[in-house]
């Protein structure tokens, strides 16, 4: 992610003590997470639109497809998340029913572009890898010219913008204090916890779109966090960065007033169970007057702008 490689650029580079350096990496880092929010906002499609195009049950067939593909295949989540994408974006643009005659040769068009602009084709350095992929994913049934020229197709519905942050991104960023900076590619068990949700609202259109991907993203760690009975200091720092990515309810567009509730800000703790609005046996309301601080040892509460950011934000993040 791009957060992770700002922090060891700007740790190696300054001359400063590390705690300059995060100062610093967090406001720019910040600024970065608000401008890909707001990028992606803006690229995202409207579940009903993407309806008119392919029915649920549809979707959620050409979905399992995509995913053994990658799976089968060693294709990154990055270039699934990607292609998922660029599909409902096409499948929106499209405003009218897809021919199931030509979904197979689309969906293999839509892959070769996401491959492309998240740099999965490069991964051998070999330009006739992608070729053969493609090749062996259609059966031998379309030439690479006809993937190609479907390619354009898509790229034409799109204006040719095919490259927009989507919730994996956003997810991997707000995962950083959970990955070891000298093994990022090792991942905890909150951060697995939260791929896997997140990887199963991609079947749900309607989850997939109704909530800005940023707070998909923090809804999905979230959960993995009360999974795994984290400390209040992770969630609020979790809820600070929400806070700080979408700018304010006042800029969310996707309709947050139906999401929250008032009167409700519970932290989350080991011995403290926080309802999340789903059907579990500790899902409760608590009132705790010591709900408004930041974990055990704090000398003094966040400002009042934060805790309101964080209050609105964890009740968003109930409603996933």
């Known amino acids: 992610p791009v957060s992770m490689a700002l922090r060891r650029r700007l740790i190696a580079q300054s001359a400063q003590p590390d705690c300059d350096a995060d100062g610093v990496l967090e406001d720019l880092v910040g600024s970065i997470l608000k ?4 990028e992606s906002e803006r690229h995202l499609p409207v579940e009903e639109e ?13 979905l399992s497809w995509l995913i053994q593909v990658c799976i089968l295949r060693n294709i990154s989540d990055s270039v699934l998340y ?6 409902d974006r096409y499948c929106a643009a499209s ?3 897809l021919s199931l005659d030509r979904l197979h040769l689309t969906m293999l068009a839509i892959l070769s572009l996401a491959m ?7 991964d051998t350095r070999n330009p006739g890898k992608l070729r053969e992929l493609l090749t062996s994913l259609g059966h031998q049934q379309f030439s690479v010219e006809q993937i190609f020229a479907a390619e354009l197709e898509v790229l034409t519905a799109l204006d040719f913008e095919v490259s927009a942050p989507n919730p994996l991104d956003f997810l991997e960023t707000f995962a950083l204090p959970f990955t070891p900076p000298d093994h990022p590619k090792a991942l905890s068990p909150v951060v697995c916890l939260a791929k896997f ?10 989850v997939q779109y109704r909530y800005p991907h940023a707070i998909l993203a923090a809804g999905a760690l979230y959960v993995a966090l009360w999974c795994v009975q984290a400390n209040q200091d992770k969630v609020a720092d979790l809820l600070c960065n929400v806070t700080a990515t979408v ?3 006042e800029h969310a567009p996707r309709h947050w007033e139906s999401s929250l509730e008032v009167g409700e800000n519970t932290p989350l703790s080991p011995d403290k169970p926080c309802d999340l609005g789903v059907n579990s046996p500790h899902s409760h309301r608590s009132h705790s007057p010591q709900s408004n601080s930041v974990g055990k040892g704090s000398q003094s509460p966040r400002p009042t702008f934060v805790r309101d950011g964080q209050h609105h934000a964890r009740a968003a993040l109930r409603r996933l």
């Open 35 to 38: 401008t890909c929010h707001e």
């Open 247 to 249: 700018g304010g309810l």
């Open 50 to 62: 993407i309806l008119q195009g392919l029915k649920c049950d549809e979707r959620e067939k050409i």
């Open 197 to 206: 949700l997140l990887q199963l609202s991609l079947m749900d259109v309607h």
């Open 95 to 97: 405003r009218q029913p």
């Open 82 to 87: 990607a292609t998922v994408l660029i599909f």
């Open 116 to 122: 492309k602009v998240t740099g999965g084709a490069d």
